[in-house]
C-alpha cells in the first residue's frame, strides 16, 4: 500500500516548466537565426570600445549578455541534434539560469544610463521651467560659453536622483538548482516561489524605469527629448519580456520532454517564448549597443558612479563631449 501510494506521488509530481524547452531536429531554425543576429551586433560593439569617443563600460551587462546568447543558442543547436543533450540536467539548468537573468542584465544598464541621465542633467544655469528644447540636440550639461538649456534643481533633488538610481539597480537572480527541483518537491516548490520574487521584483524596477523615463521626458526641460524615448522604448521592451514570464510561471511539467498543456513544449508554446521573450531581448540589446550611450547619455567611463554633486571636472569633460 506505501509502494502504491508512492507511485501515485511519483506520477503525478511536477516541478516549474523550462525556460526553452529542449529543441528537436525540426524547429531549431530560430535558434541558428538568433545567433546569426547576435554576431552581427558583435563588430558594432568592437568598434564603440575601440572608438574613444563611444568607448564606455556602462553597458558591460548587455555587452556579456550578447556573448552568451551566441553561445546558449549554439547550446541549443547541438541539443536539437543529441537526444542525450536535451535531457541533460546540467545543460538544462544552465538554460534556466541564464534565461532569467537575462533581461535583468539588461534592465540594470538601463538603469545605468537613466542615472547618467538624469543626475548629469541637473548640472547647469537655471532657466524657464516652461522651457523646452524641441530639437533634442542640446547636451544635457552647460558650460561656460555653452548656451545649454537647464532648469533650477536643488541640491536635494540632486541626491534623490542619485540615490534613486543606486537604488533602482537590478539584483542578479539567485543560482536556482533546477536538477534538484526536477527530482524533489520541496526543491521544486522553492524554485517556484524565487521564479516569482526574482521576476516580480525585476518586472516592477523596469516598469518605474519606464515611468521615470516618461516622466523626464514631460517634465524635465534639459532632457533630450530623444534620449527619453529611447529609454522609454527599450524598458517597453524588457516590460514585455518580464510580463511574458509572469503570465507562463503558474504553468507546471511533469518531464523534460514532455508536451502536455502547460508544459511549454509544445510547438506553438515555443514559437510564443522566442516572440516574447528572445525577440525583445534581442531588440533590447540591438538599440543599446547600436547608438553612441556616451555620447547621448553622458555615461562617461562607468556611468554616473557618484553619490553627491561635487561639481568636479568629470562632469565638465561630459558636458564638452556632449557639445562636439
Known amino acids: 500500500m506505501h509502494s502504491m501510494r508512492i507511485k501515485v506521488l511519483l506520477l503525478y509530481f511536477s516541478f516549474p516548466h523550462l525556460w526553452a524547452a529542449p529543441l528537436s531536429p525540426a524547429i531549431f531554425f530560430p535558434s541558428v537565426v538568433f545567433v546569426i543576429l547576435y554576431a552581427l551586433i558583435l563588430p558594432v560593439v568592437a568598434w564603440r570600445m575601440i572608438t574613444p569617443r563611444s568607448r564606455t ?3 558591460l551587462g548587455t555587452i556579456l549578455f550578447s556573448v552568451e546568447r551566441i553561445i546558449v543558442y549554439s547550446l541549443r543547436i547541438a541539443e536539437a541534434h543529441s537526444a542525450k543533450e536535451r535531457v541533460s540536467e546540467g545543460l538544462v539548468t ?3 539560469t541564464t534565461f532569467g537573468a537575462g533581461f535583468i542584465s539588461i534592465g540594470h544598464d538601463v538603469v545605468t544610463i537613466l542615472r547618467s541621465m538624469l543626475v548629469t542633467s541637473t548640472q547647469g544655469t537655471p532657466v524657464s521651467k516652461n522651457f523646452r528644447d524641441d530639437e533634442s540636440l542640446e547636451p544635457l550639461t552647460s558650460l561656460p560659453g555653452h548656451a545649454a538649456p537647464s532648469h533650477s534643481v536643488s541640491p536635494s533633488i540632486r541626491m534623490s536622483f542619485s540615490r534613486t538610481s543606486h537604488d533602482g539597480a537590478f539584483g542578479s537572480v539567485a543560482c536556482i538548482d533546477y536538477k534538484q527541483a526536477i527530482n524533489s518537491g520541496f526543491h521544486a516548490a522553492l524554485t517556484q516561489q524565487l521564479r516569482y520574487a526574482s521576476t516580480a521584483v525585476a518586472l516592477f524596477l523596469i516598469i518605474g524605469v519606464n515611468a521615470v523615463a516618461l ?3 514631460f517634465a524635465m526641460p534639459r532632457i533630450p527629448r530623444n534620449s527619453a524615448l529611447l529609454v522609454f ?5 524588457l516590460c514585455i519580456v518580464g510580463a511574458y514570464r509572469m503570465i507562463v510561471m503558474r504553468f507546471s511539467t511533469t518531464s ?3 508536451t502536455a498543456p502547460g508544459s511549454l513544449n509544445s510547438p506553438g508554446s515555443k514559437r510564443t517564448f522566442y516572440l516574447f521573450h528572445v525577440l525583445p531581448e534581442f531588440l533590447t540589446a540591438a538599440i543599446l549597443l547600436s547608438v ?10 562607468f556611468g554616473d558612479v557618484a553619490y553627491r ?3 568636479n571636472p568629470v562632469v565638465l569633460s561630459r558636458s564638452l563631449l556632449m557639445t562636439k
Open 57 to 59: 563600460l556602462a553597458l
Open 292 to 301: 553612441n550611450v556616451k555620447r547621448i547619455f553622458a555615461t562617461g567611463m
Open 215 to 217: 516622466w523626464a521626458y
Open 309 to 311: 554633486d561635487k561639481n
Open 94 to 96: 544552465y538554460m534556466q
Open 233 to 237: 522604448a527599450v524598458s517597453l521592451l
Open 256 to 258: 523534460l520532454l514532455s
